[in-house]
C-alpha cells in the first residue's frame, strides 16, 4: 500500500474555497441570463403596449373625426373632411394601412382598395362583434414585402345605441421604436457584459492566487515531509507514523526490528495490531485519544509482536504530530529485550 505523497493533499479549507468559487460564478452566470431574459420580455412589452396603444388612439381617432360615422362605415362615399382625417392618420400618426369593417367583417373601405369586398371572418373579429371589446397585437413583417418591421394592429368596435355597426381597423409603423428599444438593449446588455467580465477577471485572479497559495503549502509540506523522513530515517531505534491509528510511515529500524520486508508490508497495518491483543484496547482507547487531543503519551513497556509472530518486550512513547498536513502521531520503540535478559539473570542469581 503507497505512502501518502504531499503533492495528493489539499491546503486546509481547500475544497470550501473551490465550492465557494464555483458556486459565485454559477451565480453570476445565472444572474446574467435572467437579467438579459429580463430585458427581453421588458422590452417586448413596452414595444407591445407603445404600438397597440398608438393603433388604438389612430383607431378612436377616425372613428370619431368622421362625419357620419355608419356611412362611414357602410362605405358610401367620404366627405372632404373624411379624406383629411384618413391623410392625417397616414402621413401624421405613422398608419401605413387601415381597414373598416362593417358588421358581417366586410372590408368596405382600406388604404389598399384591393382589400375592399373582403370578408375578415377571424377568431378576433367575432370576439368584437360579440363582446364589443377592442383588438390589439404587436405584428412583425417577418420578410414580407411592404410590411415594416414592427407595427402596431387594433380594430376598434364602432356601435350606436348599443348595436354594433363594424369597426375600424389601423396598423401603425412602429419599427423606428423597435429599433430604438433593441438598440437600448444591446447598450444595456453590453454594460451588463462588461460589468460580468470584470466580476469573472476579478474571480479568475482569486481563484489564480489561492491556486499559488496552494501550491505554495504544498511544495512547504513536501520539503517537510522529506525533512520528517530523513531525521526519522536516521534514528536507530524503530519509528513509525500513524494517521488515525494506521501506520503511513515506518523506518528501516522498524521494519528490520519487526522482520517486515518492505515499507508497503507494514503501511496500513493498525498501530495496535503490533502488539499483544491483551494491551491493545489500552492504545485504541486511551494513548491514540490523548495524542488526537495534542497531548503526548509517556513512556510504557508493551509486548510487541514482530511479523512472524514473535515477541519482544519494549518501552514505547508518543507524541502527536503533523503528516502531510494531516493529524497524526509519531510512536518510538526501544528495545527491551537486553534489559530484560539482565533483570532474569540477576533474579535468578538471587542478587
Known amino acids: 500500500m503507497p505512502d501518502f505523497p504531499a503533492n495528493d493533499q489539499k491546503t486546509p479549507g481547500n475544497h470550501i474555497e473551490k465550492r465557494l468559487l464555483t458556486s459565485v460564478a454559477v451565480l453570476a452566470v445565472a444572474t446574467l441570463l435572467v437579467v438579459w431574459g429580463a430585458m427581453r420580455f421588458a422590452a417586448v412589452q413596452i414595444l407591445e403596449l407603445e404600438a397597440t396603444s398608438q393603433a388604438r388612439n389612430w383607431a378612436h381617432f377616425i372613428s370619431n373625426d368622421v362625419d357620419d360615422l355608419e356611412r362611414f362605415v357602410r ?13 392625417m392618420a397616414q402621413n401624421v400618426g405613422d398608419v ?11 372590408v368596405t373601405q382600406a388604404s389598399n382598395p384591393g382589400s375592399v369586398g373582403t370578408i375578415v371572418n377571424t377568431a378576433f373579429f367575432r370576439d368584437i362583434v360579440s363582446q364589443g371589446v377592442p383588438y390589439t397585437k404587436i405584428g412583425y413583417s417577418e420578410g414580407r414585402d ?3 418591421a414592427a407595427y402596431g394592429e387594433a380594430f376598434i368596435p364602432v356601435t350606436r345605441d348599443g348595436e354594433f355597426l363594424g369597426a375600424v381597423g389601423t396598423y401603425v409603423d412602429v419599427s423606428e421604436l423597435a429599433a430604438t428599444i433593441k438598440h437600448k438593449s444591446r447598450m444595456a446588455l453590453s454594460g451588463l457584459f462588461v460589468i460580468f467580465s470584470l466580476f469573472c477577471l476579478a474571480l479568475g485572479r482569486i481563484y489564480v492566487r489561492q491556486h499559488k497559495r496552494q501550491r505554495a503549502y504544498l ?3 513536501a520539503e517537510s515531509e522529506a525533512g520528517h523522513r530523513r531525521l526519522v530515517e536516521l534514528l536507530p531505534y524503530p519509528m513509525v507514523v500513524h494517521v488515525g491509528g494506521k ?8 521494519l528490520d526490528k519487526f522482520g517486515y520486508g ?3 508490508d507494514v503501511i496500513g497495518v493498525a498501530s495496535w ?6 494491551q491493545r484496547d489500552k492504545i485504541r482507547n486511551g494513548r491514540m485519544s490523548r495524542t488526537d487531543a495534542g497531548e503526548k503519551n509517556a513512556p510504557q513497556e508493551f509486548r510487541f509482536i514482530c511479523a512472524d509472530g514473535s515477541e519482544f518486550y519494549g518501552e514505547s512513547a508518543a507524541s502527536p504530530f503533523m503528516w502531510n498536513g494531516q493529524n497524526a502521531a509519531i510512536v518510538g520503540i526501544v528495545d527491551l529485550s537486553d534489559r530484560k535478559k539482565v533483570e532474569t539473570a540477576l533474579r535468578d542469581s538471587g542478587a
Open 146 to 148: 411592404n410590411v415594416p
Open 75 to 87: 362605405g358610401d362615399s367620404a366627405t372632404p373632411n373624411d379624406y383629411r382625417v384618413l391623410n
Open 219 to 221: 511544495e512547504a509540506l
Open 262 to 264: 518492505c515499507l508497503d
Open 96 to 106: 401605413f394601412s387601415y381597414r373598416i369593417l362593417d358588421q358581417d367583417g366586410t
Open 273 to 278: 495490531d503490533i502488539v499483544h491483543e491483551s
Open 247 to 254: 501506520i503511513v510511515y515506518a523506518n528501516s529500524a522498524m
